[in-house]
């Protein structure tokens, strides 16, 4: 099993239709989580982070987190063309002690958003 | 704004020179990251380093190494370069405190460097 598991898609949704992406983890001691966006041959890009149970909403993004379910995900709404890219999810390594955290990441979801 | 950058966006090198990837953050940030990213892996941590001169392994170490002598730089070195290390490589730094312009544990990436050995 894939310590940070996504859904590799393409994910396919027309411009202004809601986008959800999601992002299953198996570290229950992960504490941090993060969406990045990253468009092809570019670097990622922090989209959100959430800590906490429940919603996060920032803009047309929500992230989402269910500790007990080890459950992430990332609702983007009015979907437009330039929200095509990959997104990764990305949680702590629970156990960090003191040292730097480190992350592991999914392999992404590509999204697609047509016209 | 967060800014880290990365010494070159594309590099071609032979089987067996040694490689450089250096990488400078401005943000005062603890702790640098080097990771690779390849096709299907997605991103693979290989070094980190939590202070000046501090290092530790992350996930696939071999046949690199690290340096660290000033906080705002990092370097990736390949001591002799061959063709599985061709990847994307991409740096990233993170703070340890809250507060502040950036928030503990998030990682804020370079813009990577395509790196092709033949």
């Known amino acids: 099993q894939k310590e940070v598991e996504q859904n590799s898609g393409p994910l396919s949704v027309p411009e202004g239709a809601i986008a959800s992406l999601n992002c299953t983890y198996s570290?229950?001691?992960?504490?941090?989580f993060f969406w990045y966006r990253q468009y092809s041959g570019k670097s990622p890009e922090l989209i959100m982070s959430?800590?906490?149970?429940g919603d996060k909403e920032d803009g047309r993004f929500t992230a989402q987190l269910n500790k007990a379910s080890q459950y992430v995900s990332l609702l983007i709404r009015d979907s437009q063309p330039s929200d095509s890219a990959t997104y990764l999810c990305?949680?702590?390594?629970?156990?960090?002690?003191?040292?730097?955290?480190?992350?592991?990441f999914g392999t992404g979801t590509r999204l697609q958003v047509t016209l | 704004d967060v800014k880290v950058t990365q010494s070159s966006r594309y590099l071609v090198k032979r089987t067996g020179e040694k490689v450089f990837l250096e990488c400078v953050q401005d943000?005062?940030?603890?702790?640098m990251f080097w990771y690779r990213q390849d096709p299907g892996l997605g991103l693979r941590l290989i070094y980190f380093?939590?202070?000046?001169?501090?290092?530790e392994k992350g996930d696939i170490p071999e046949g690199y190494s690290v340096s660290r002598e000033k906080k705002e730089r990092f370097s990736l070195i390949l001591e002799s370069a061959s063709t599985n290390q061709t990847s994307m490589y991409l740096c990233?730094?993170?703070?340890?405190?809250?507060?502040?312009?950036?928030?503990?544990?998030?990682?804020?990436f370079g813009p990577g460097t395509r790196l092709t050995v033949l």
């Open positions: 990305a949680v702590t390594r629970g156990g960090n002690t003191g040292t730097a955290s480190k992350l592991t």
């Open positions: 570290d229950r001691g992960s504490q941090s």
């Open positions: 990233a730094s993170s703070s340890t405190a809250w507060g502040g312009r950036t928030n503990a544990d998030t990682q804020y």
């Open positions: 380093s939590y202070d000046v001169k501090m290092k």
């Open positions: 959430i800590y906490s149970n």
């Open positions: 943000m005062d940030h603890e702790n």
